[in-house]
């Protein structure tokens, strides 16, 4: 989990230099708009998200080895072929549909549909809730492949359906959402966002943090000061918190009758969140399969995370009548949904070579398999052992 160093970024083309001089005038004039400073979130919004400026919402390839970063499903099919088998294992309690939040490029979707076809679960419906127009397109297009009666329960949708039953999975998309920074200073707490230079550039600039800021912050230090974690930060510590999770999940479960929603993203428990030792946050850009901490570099250009802190996803789902129903690593999910009986399978020597290659991306620790956490939130379930938490329970970290 290195970082780039900013001089050994890629150079942008003509193209690429002018859609970033148009995401920063669209930022400038915000700045402008609020009296000069920007949060980091407010920021997010205009440089992920804003339409046709924000890297959400233009054209720019992300995903894949040609994009900026590489995901489990874009590896190949191994993490949707377990992630399928607990899928089929809680349709065949619940019957109903799936609901995919944030499809990607669809690779996942195609794997999903596949597999659950071979086990004989096909879902009612697999919804797609995509933001992106330009990902909806690219998942169109390569769903397009699909066989008829897969493609045929395919359906792209704005907003969550209502009253719908069956799995809801979101696989790196909370990360994503717009996020706030701290910092902590020697009399108090500040929020880090975004300001002009006396030169009309813009620089990441800390003011006082306002009083429902300070006082989450607050907060999470006093659940904090009891823990392992010792207590809470020495001044200069930076990290972030992100208020939008909680009517992200909440817009989700309002829709769900019965069921179970998965998310699968890099985080971690809040205690390891924020230790004393992560003095510098979990903020995160990608560009060109690059990594660094610069979220001015490229606007609308580069994708900007921070891992998710799911002790608050727990919190925020308990809030809005979900029951944590179970939460582990990602190497203990797939391996508990059977990824070892795919590598097994392969029919001769270099596929399973191969596969044997795949597996390690996604289970060793230095790769995806701890880094990334997975959390089932259910509603309506009788009480089961879902399969993917058989061999490992990490509630009681969170």
């Known amino acids: 989990?290195?970082?780039?160093?900013?001089?050994?970024?890629?150079?942008?083309?003509?193209?690429?230099?002018?859609?970033?001089?148009?995401?920063?005038?669209?930022?400038?004039?915000?700045?402008?708009?609020?009296?000069?400073?920007?949060?980091?979130?407010?920021?997010?919004r205009i440089v992920?998200?804003?339409?046709?400026?924000?890297?959400?919402?233009?054209?720019?390839?992300?995903?894949?080895?040609?994009?900026?970063?590489?995901?489990?499903?874009?590896?190949?099919?191994?993490?949707?072929?377990?992630?399928?088998?607990?899928?089929?294992?809680?349709?065949?309690?619940?019957?109903?549909?799936?609901?995919?939040?944030?499809?990607?490029?669809?690779?996942?979707?195609?794997?999903?549909?596949?597999?659950?076809?071979?086990?004989?679960?096909?879902?009612?419906?697999?919804?797609?809730?995509?933001?992106?127009?330009?990902?909806?397109?690219?998942?169109?297009?390569?769903?397009?492949m699909l066989a008829p009666h897969l493609r045929a329960r395919l359906t792209w949708l704005t907003e969550p359906p209502q009253g719908w039953t069956g799995v809801c999975f979101a696989n790196e998309v909370a990360d994503a959402l717009p996020f706030r920074r701290f910092v902590v200073g020697q009399s108090g707490y500040l929020e880090r966002g975004i300001a002009v230079s006396a030169e009309g550039t813009l620089i990441e600039q800390d003011r006082a943090a306002d009083a429902a800021l300070a006082g989450e912050i607050a907060h999470i230090a006093q659940g904090l000061a009891g823990s392992a974690a010792g207590p809470p930060w020495p001044p200069g510590y930076v990290s972030e918190l992100c208020p939008l999770l909680t009517p992200w999940l909440r817009s989700v479960s309002e829709a769900l009758t019965r069921g179970a929603v998965l998310l699968i993203d890099y985080g971690m428990a809040r205690q390891d969140y924020y230790h004393p030792q992560r003095s510098r946050g979990t903020l995160r850009c990608h560009f060109r399969h690059r990594a660094h901490e610069d979220v001015l570099a490229y606007p609308g250009?580069?994708?900007?995370?921070?891992?998710?802190?799911?002790?608050?996803?727990?919190?925020?789902?308990?809030?809005?009548?979900?029951?944590?129903?179970?939460?582990?690593?990602?190497?203990?999910?797939?391996?508990?949904?059977?990824?070892?009986?795919d590598v097994a399978a392969a029919t001769d020597a270099v596929e399973r070579a191969r596969r044997a290659a795949e597996a390690r991306q996604l289970l060793l620790p230095g790769e995806m398999g701890e880094f990334f956490k997975v959390m089932a939130l259910t509603r309506g379930l009788k009480a089961m052992t879902l399969r993917g938490f058989a061999h490992q329970d990490l509630r009681r970290t969170l």
């Not at 001089?7 to 400038?28: G, I, K, M, T, W």
């Open 1 to 44: 989990m290195g970082s780039t160093p900013l001089s050994n970024l890629p150079p942008l083309s003509p193209d690429e230099r002018q859609h970033e001089r148009a995401v920063v005038e669209a930022v400038l004039a915000a700045i402008s708009r609020q009296g000069g400073w920007l949060s980091m979130e407010e920021y997010l």
């Open 48 to 144: 992920l998200y804003a339409p046709g400026l924000g890297y959400y919402s233009a054209g720019s390839v992300k995903l894949g080895r040609s994009g900026d970063y590489v995901t489990a499903p874009e590896l190949g099919a191994m993490f949707g072929r377990a992630l399928a088998r607990q899928c089929a294992q809680l349709l065949g309690e619940t019957g109903g549909s799936i609901l995919e939040l944030g499809a990607g490029t669809g690779a996942l979707a195609a794997t999903v549909l596949a597999t659950l076809d071979e086990l004989g679960v096909l879902p009612e419906h697999y919804g797609i809730l995509e933001v992106s127009a330009d990902l909806q397109q690219r998942q169109r297009q390569r769903l397009a």
């Open 301 to 341: 250009l580069q994708d900007i995370s921070a891992w998710v802190d799911f002790t608050r996803a727990a919190e925020a789902a308990v809030d809005v009548g979900l029951q944590v129903a179970g939460y582990c690593t990602q190497a203990a999910f797939l391996l508990a949904n059977g990824i070892e009986a």
